[in-house]
Nanobody
Framework: QVQLVESGGGLVQAGGSLRLSCAAS????????MGWFRQGPGKEREFVAA????????YYADSVKGRFTISRDNTRNTVYLQMNSLKPEDTAVYYC???????????????WGQGTQVTVSS
């Protein structure tokens, strides 16, 4: 069992930055691929970024490539999402997710966090 708790969301002006954190419980954290998803107002939940268990490979949605960076610290059981050059269309609830593989975490995660709100004003 893995429990995920996100933090770091808030209100920021366009062009600004935020760093989201996702703290995981459970000794198996380092064996899971981790991902971030988001759901904007009136939209379906969409994939944002994912990272393999040891951090050696990362994957991004085209809409955030070059602006967002996913990373993890397995000693702290934490995954991060550094968001730069934020745009109003990045406004969403951001969710952390865990899965047994990159394929699993990007398509059907096994565990979800409760989400953290990110609002980007123009």
């Amino acid at each position: 069992q893995v429990q995920l708790v996100e933090s770091g969301g808030g209100l920021v002006q366009a062009g600004g930055s935020l760093r989201l954190s996702c703290a995981a419980s459970g000794r198996a954290f380092s064996t899971y691929a981790m991902g971030w998803f988001r759901q904007g107002p009136g939209k379906e939940r969409e994939f944002v970024a994912a990272i393999i268990w040891d951090g050696s490979n990362t994957y991004y949605a085209d809409s955030v490539k070059g602006r967002f960076t996913i990373s993890r610290d397995n000693t702290r059981n934490t995954v991060y999402l550094q968001m730069n050059s934020l745009k109003p269309e990045d406004t969403a609830v951001y969710y952390c997710a865990a899965g047994r593989s990159i394929a699993a975490v990007t398509t059907s995660p096994e565990y979800w966090g409760q989400g953290t709100q990110v609002t980007v004003s123009s």
